[in-house]
């Protein structure tokens, strides 16, 4: 791969890791997405140009504003880095082509659905919806061979989940039923069986590990998006590989 293209596009995963921090900042409350520009929540001076840089200038900065010297949350530094790695990732896996141009765009929504979730545990419509409409509208660029999949794919994610919901109260939300019919109509049928499958055994880890700790009780939830977002991310990349990789073990 050209080391020129890797370079751009790893910086502008860490420029766009640096925007969904402010919508996942401002969304859930609301918030002008321009206005007022990026400042320090503690001190409310207006930073410089030096200190938008991506992952630069938290390292730079100690992880502290300039000003005041008060504490930037870690998250900052992390989605940054995540995205940067998500845009990499993604090139890497499908070079420059269409497929990877929406695949980054469908990284992006699913990193800030992610964060809004573990921080809020809602998933905002706002985002859900137009990313639905998105999935819908790429699916003869996606799906062409067999478009009925990519539709097959969101139903048989939001059937599961959505008796999950009715079933066991409390459980999971209808944001996450709403997030997986997303993840279904980019991914298809079957792998949005591997995105669930995936999903499950992520969350019952963390959920393990949590209760292990006594970070959680058995009655308190957990967010469950990060967990579907992190295994449609996987499936988008390499779920054909997988499932692939899996009939084979099977059939010997």
Not at 227 to 249: C, D, N, P, S
Request: charge should be positive; glycine fraction near 10%.
């Amino acid at each position: 791969m050209n080391t020129v293209n890797l370079v751009f596009i790893s910086l502008l995963g860490a420029a766009v890791g640096s925007f969904l921090n402010v919508v996942a900042d401002r969304l859930p409350e609301g918030r002008s997405l321009i206005s007022p520009a990026s400042h320090c929540d503690h001190c409310g001076r207006r930073l410089s140009f030096l200190e938008l840089i991506p992952i630069i200038s938290y390292l730079g900065l100690q992880g502290r504003c300039r000003t005041c010297r008060k504490p930037i949350p870690p998250r900052t530094l992390i989605v940054e880095i995540v995205t940067c790695l998500a845009f990499v990732l993604t090139w890497l896996r499908f070079g420059a082509s269409w497929t990877s141009a929406l695949y980054i765009l469908y990284s992006s929504l699913l990193i800030v659905l992610a964060i809004i979730d573990l921080e809020h545990h809602k998933l905002p419509n706002l985002l859900v919806y137009p990313a639905i409409g998105v999935g819908l509208a790429m699916i003869p660029v996606l799906h062409l061979d067999k478009p009925w999949l990519a539709v097959v794919g969101g139903l048989v994610g939001f059937g599961v989940l959505f008796l999950i919901v009715v079933l066991a109260p409390g459980a999971m939300g209808m944001g996450d039923a709403k997030l997986v019919v997303f993840l279904g109509v980019v991914v298809g049928f079957p792998e949005i069986v591997l995105t669930l499958f995936l999903a499950f055994i992520a969350g019952g880890l963390v959920a393990g590990i949590l209760l292990a700790l006594k970070k959680i009780g058995r009655k308190d939830a957990i967010a469950f998006g990060p967990f579907l977002a992190l295994a449609g991310f996987v499936t988008l990349l390499y779920g054909t590989q997988i499932l692939e990789w899996w009939l084979r073990r099977v059939g010997g």
